[in-house]
């Protein structure tokens, strides 16, 4: 009898060893399915993030986005991100197609024609101030509303008819698909239409063709005044900067929309958590020239009125 309850004791031990085992073989699989799942995402720190995504649109955005992702692709070595720019319309047009994960864009969606807005998802990433931008030896920075709409439209040609050198005055413009350029036309020249000029892509490029052409005129963002090759020319006694555009003094500004179709899903989700993390929006920001939104006293809807929050 007493051998009888040994052999019974040992095969509820023997039984009790073998569910256990299965229990934690299966919560293995469990995890490792979720693992498999979390590809190009992360939910908890430490977890690997990897896969790829392309973003596109616009160039006066392209900086603090590549920068981001340079510091993000540091941190997560197995995540590529590819940031081009093209103007605010390609970035919308690839990004409704789905040939890019995000299309960032100096303007609403509901702006560019064409755009199936209702597709896409706005993430208001910043705020990018923009101004005129001159030849060093104009001789001038500061400049009326008015004498501005002037020099775009061409009916100032010479930079001494505004006290400046005697210089002929060359546009340099962005296309029409340019989210800086609409900025540019609907805040700064009360969307007259500018004179025919120099055009240009980018705004690295406009950039260089400024500061390499006496008496040229153009615009930048305010990211784009990090020497003395250009000249930022303030409006009407307004100084362009971060503190004006704030409080509303200064008229030429614009949301930097990252815009997905629908809801972002793995890397590209991660990536927009990320340029709207502390890291991003109280220290990367600044250093490369824009605005937390969130630091904004004013707003501005999609038909561009502006309003104190």
Not at 70 to 97: C, K, Y
Not at 156 to 176: A, H, S, Y
Not at 279 to 307: C, F, H, S, W
Request: net charge negative; hydrophobic share 40%; glycine share 8%.
């Amino acid at each position: 009898m007493k051998n009888f309850k040994n052999l019974f004791l040992f095969f509820v031990v023997a039984m009790l060893a073998v569910v256990t085992a299965a229990c934690s073989n299966a919560d293995k699989t469990e995890n490792k399915d979720a693992e498999k799942q979390k590809t190009g995402s992360e939910t908890a720190k430490g977890e690997e993030i990897s896969g790829s995504i392309v973003i596109s649109g616009s160039s006066a955005m392209q900086p603090l986005v590549l920068a981001a992702a340079e510091m993000f692709m540091d941190e997560n070595p197995d995540a590529d991100i590819q940031v081009n720019a093209g103007g605010s319309g390609t970035g919308l047009s690839q990004v409704s197609e789905g040939s890019v994960e995000i299309g960032n864009s100096d303007v609403f969606a509901e702006e560019k024609e064409g755009i199936p807005a209702e597709e896409l998802v706005d993430h208001k990433v910043a705020v990018v101030g923009m101004t005129a931008a001159v030849h060093p030896e104009a001789g001038i920075d500061n400049i009326t509303k008015e004498d501005l709409i002037k020099v775009f439209t061409g009916e100032i040609t010479n930079w001494k008819e505004l006290g400046g050198v005697d210089q002929k005055i060359t546009l340099v413009n962005r296309p029409d698909s340019s989210g800086t350029r609409a900025t540019f036309v609907t805040f700064a020249l009360d969307g007259k239409t500018p004179a025919e000029g120099i055009t240009e892509d980018s705004s690295n490029t406009v950039k260089k063709i400024i500061s390499e052409t006496p008496g040229a005129i153009g615009y930048l963002a305010f990211s784009y005044f990090t020497d003395d090759s250009v000249t930022a020319l303030s409006i009407d006694g307004v100084e362009a900067t971060d503190e004006n555009v704030q409080n509303g003094e200064f008229p030429i500004w614009a949301y930097q929309h990252s815009y997905t179709k629908g809801d972002p899903t793995g890397l590209a989700k991660v990536f927009l958590e990320y340029l709207m993390s502390d890291e991003v929006q109280t220290n990367l920001l600044p250093e490369q020239g824009y605005i937390a939104a969130t630091k904004m006293k004013v707003e501005r809807d999609a038909e561009g009125k502006q309003t104190d929050k």
